[in-house]
């Protein structure tokens, strides 16, 4: 008989144990699970709710289950249901009645909060871990290219020269950015709510602060409706996951781009490649495909849960079984995609010449002529006519501006001089850029030092 069999007369049908049962995939909480009912046991006999000595062996019993759960020898049951009657029953089978009263103050509904709360936080702490080695990562990279040219773009043309530095030192924001939504879902995850019970609190004097305390969270929830039924936490996850790929997904479509034989920017190590079946040349980018592939699956995972609790009256409702699988999923692509795509960008060659070679094509310093001739003097509506005027002249005579004489030039205006060819060189245009946050290795080189210092906190 199940554990709430009291008032049925019948057993469940076989067909609802296997939908109804969530142990597939709940058992991965059996650590939160146990800890918490650890937890909650020692609080019931130090408030004399259950005899101290039922305390104690409830609290012996449980940790011996979570031994050998971590050494794997537990057979989690079907027809338990979920990993919390698992553990319950798996107690009183071997401790005797003390086992039934761990119960005492509690419902699934506030001891699934309280679990998945748990595993939340430990995910946004794992999470922040591996983000802090990627910006790492990035910071090295961008250190060792201050003076590497490439061309930056809009529109996917070329637009202006800038450093790979720079180009790093934006996935550096991002990826700071992540860092911190996944700080404040640990926040949002960092209440305790055991003691909602159902959905009405309990009559027994439980001391929730106690509890709290034991399991290390700062705060305790102050609604005992909106305890059992706020997933909120979760969201906030999937929603920082959901980002984070998105941001994984921009850099693996670069490198992708970077890699053709049309850019040349990169080299990926072999380590990180496929081939193909039927091609032998071939030399594939897999592992920055299924990184943007993957990402709308963690998107699915979001407004999966979303979807899940979008119409849900207060208080829980069994349609939030649906909430863990989602989370697991979206953890586990993070979790690997975070993994190995660090590990392939610490593996990656740039091609410097290559880089360099792409910003002195495609006009990149047209903005920087046009600004020569403002500080002439020329208004910039003007200045702006003029160097298009140019641009196309060179299209036609197949030239770059630098290729073109002073005499040429001032065909087009007579404020040219001599000193123009200083301010098209590649370099000058990414070193005159230096206000706080633009690509000049000194502004860059502060963005470093202040991200460095960032990653410390």
């Given at each position: 008989m199940k554990l709430w069999g009291g008032r049925f007369e019948k057993a469940t049908d076989g067909l609802v144990d296997d939908f109804h049962s969530?142990?597939?995939?709940?058992?991965?909480?059996?650590?939160?699970?146990?800890?918490?009912?650890?937890?909650?046991?020692?609080?019931?006999?130090?408030?004399?709710?259950?005899?101290?000595?039922?305390?104690e062996k409830i609290v012996e019993g449980?940790?011996?289950?979570?031994?050998?759960?971590?050494?794997?020898?537990?057979?989690?049951?079907?027809?338990?249901?979920?990993?919390?009657?698992?553990?319950?029953?798996?107690?009183?089978?071997?401790?005797?009645?003390?086992?039934?009263?761990l119960h005492t103050g509690r419902s699934r509904n506030d001891q699934v909060a309280?679990?998945?709360?748990?595993y939340a936080k430990g995910a946004c702490q794992e999470t922040e871990a591996m983000l802090e080695d990627l910006i790492s990562t990035l910071l090295k990279i961008a250190q060792e290219n201050l003076h590497t040219i490439m061309p930056g773009y809009t529109h996917m043309q070329k637009a202006q020269p800038i450093t790979l530095a720079h180009h790093m030192m934006a996935y550096v924001q991002m990826f700071m950015r992540d860092r911190n939504r996944f700080r404040r879902a640990y926040e949002a995850a960092d209440v305790m709510v055991l003691?909602?019970?159902?959905?009405?609190?309990?009559?027994?004097?439980?001391?929730?602060?106690?509890?709290?305390?034991?399991?290390?969270?700062?705060?305790?929830?102050?609604?005992?409706?909106?305890?059992?039924?706020?997933?909120?936490?979760?969201?906030?996850?999937?929603?920082?996951?959901?980002?984070?790929?998105?941001?994984?997904?921009?850099?693996?479509?670069e490198?992708?781009?970077?890699?053709?034989?049309?850019?040349?920017?990169?080299?990926?190590?072999?380590?990180?490649?496929?081939?193909?079946?039927?091609?032998?040349?071939?030399?594939?980018?897999?592992?920055?495909?299924?990184?943007?592939?993957?990402?709308?699956?963690v998107y699915g995972d979001l407004m999966?849960?979303?979807?899940?609790?979008?119409?849900?009256?207060?208080?829980?409702?069994?349609?939030?079984?649906?909430?863990?699988?989602?989370?697991?999923?979206?953890?586990?692509?993070?979790?690997?995609?975070?993994?190995?795509?660090?590990?392939?960008?610490?593996?990656?060659?740039?091609?410097?010449?290559?880089?360099?070679r792409g910003a002195s094509g495609g006009f990149t310093n047209a903005t920087d002529c046009a600004d020569y001739l403002v500080k002439k003097g020329v208004p910039f509506r003007d200045a702006h006519k003029v160097v298009g005027e140019l641009v196309a002249y060179?299209?036609?005579?197949?030239?770059?501006?630098?290729?073109l004489s002073l005499e040429e030039l001032r065909q087009f205006h007579a404020a040219f001089d001599q000193d123009v060819f200083d301010s098209l060189n590649m370099i000058a245009c990414v070193e005159k850029r230096n206000i706080p946050g633009a690509p000049a290795p000194a502004m860059v080189q502060q963005a470093i030092d202040h991200a460095l210092e960032e990653l410390r906190h």
């Open positions: 969530s142990i597939s995939f709940d058992q991965r909480l059996f650590e939160q699970d146990i800890i918490g009912s650890v937890a909650h046991a020692t609080m019931l006999g130090e408030q004399g709710i259950i005899p101290a000595e039922d305390a449980l940790k011996g289950i979570l031994e050998d759960a971590r050494n794997g020898r537990i057979t989690w049951r079907t027809d338990a249901e979920d990993i919390h009657m698992n553990v319950e029953t798996l107690l009183t089978e071997r401790i005797g009645l003390a086992g039934k009263r309280l679990d998945t709360r748990m003691g909602s019970g159902a959905l009405a609190g309990t009559t027994y004097p439980l001391n929730r602060e106690r509890v709290a305390e034991l399991l290390g969270f700062s705060s305790i929830s102050e609604n005992s409706l909106d305890g059992v039924s706020d997933r909120d936490y979760m969201l906030d996850y999937l929603a920082a996951a959901s980002i984070c790929m998105m941001h994984l997904s921009r850099f693996c479509e490198l992708i781009l970077w890699n053709t034989n049309e850019f040349r920017f990169v080299e990926m190590d072999d380590a990180f490649a496929t081939g193909s079946s039927i091609m032998p040349q071939k030399k594939n980018p897999d592992v920055a495909e299924l990184i943007r592939g993957k990402t709308g699956r999966g849960l979303l979807t899940v609790m979008k119409g849900l009256p207060l208080a829980y409702n069994k349609d939030m079984q649906e909430d863990k699988e989602a989370f697991f999923d979206a953890r586990d692509t993070l979790v690997k995609g975070l993994t190995v795509f660090t590990a392939m960008l610490k593996t990656v060659s740039f091609r410097k010449e290559e880089m360099e060179c299209l036609n005579e197949k030239k770059a501006l630098l290729d």
